[in-house]
Each structure stands twice: as structure tokens, then as C-alpha cells.
């Protein structure tokens, strides 16, 4: 198997491996967490929390109107993953488990606030507790980030990303 191109972004290197080389890269089905396609339908990335962890990560400390008191999530901005999976993506489709779907343009992601968290308060989420994956926003950071839509956008249970346009 070739080696990724030393000007790959090592996201974009993890990634490759991820998705190009299964045999180094292997989870069980089951252990998938989030499957991102293209408009196509086809698959960019199958990530389970292993990958998930191995990508850069950031800490956004907030509260929610889903939780009570501050929370610590850790994750990967949603802005890293698309520019490595999707550069040109000008649209996704954020689904849940339960098939509960938001769009969520550019403009959502672009600025770098959004973050896939995998964490809170430095444990794994269950879906009791609105993980494994969630969609978040540091709402405390700014009232942008208090407004119905950004609130319609904080999609938890995450398991697929699908790019519509």
C-alpha cells in the first residue's frame, strides 16, 4: 500500500489510512461512531472513537439548555473535519440515531465554534447523556450562539454527516 503523500494535512493522512487502508485501520461495525458520505452517497470516512481521538482536538467550556451547570466538552471542530473530508462542501446533513436531521450550512461550521464533542467532562457520552457524539457551541461565548437556529444545529446522538451541496 502506498504511504500517504508527504503534503497531506496529517488529518488528512489519518484519514487516508482510515478510509484507503482497512487492514491498518480496523473497527469492528459496531464500533463506528460517524459515517460521513458525499453528495453521491459515497463514504469519505467510517470513524470510530479511536480515529475520532486521534484528530486534533479542542475544549469548549459552556453551558447548554439541555444541561445543568458547565459543561467540558472535548472534541474535533466540525470546521477540521470537513475541510479535510469535504474542502469544497457547502452544506451538510447532520442525522441522528433516532434519523432526526438538520441542515447545517458553511456558515455554520466555518468559523471554527461548532465541535463534534466525544467528551464531557472528560468521560465518553451515552445516549442517555446525548452521545456518543454531539454537535456543540461554546453558547456562552457569545449571544450569536443563543439563537434558535444554532440550538436546531446542536444535533446529539450524531451518527451520519452527509454533504448536500
Known sequence: M???????TPLAALLAATVLAPALAVAAEDDI?????????????RLD?????????????????????IQVFTGVPLATLMQDLAPEAQSISATAINDYAVEIPRS???DGAALLAYLNHGEPMSLR??????IVFPFDADPAYRQEVVYARSIWQLDRISVTE
Open 2 to 8: 502506498p504511504l500517504p503523500s508527504p503534503s497531506l
Open 33 to 45: 461512531l460517524l459515517t460521513v458520505t458525499d453528495s453521491d452517497g459515497a463514504v469519505l470516512a
Open 49 to 69: 472513537m479511536e480515529a475520532l481521538q486521534a484528530l486534533p482536538a479542542r475544549v469548549i467550556e459552556t453551558s447548554t439548555i439541555w444541561t445543568d451547570g
Open 108 to 110: 455554520g461550521w466555518a
Open 129 to 134: 447523556e446525548k452521545g456518543p457524539l454531539w
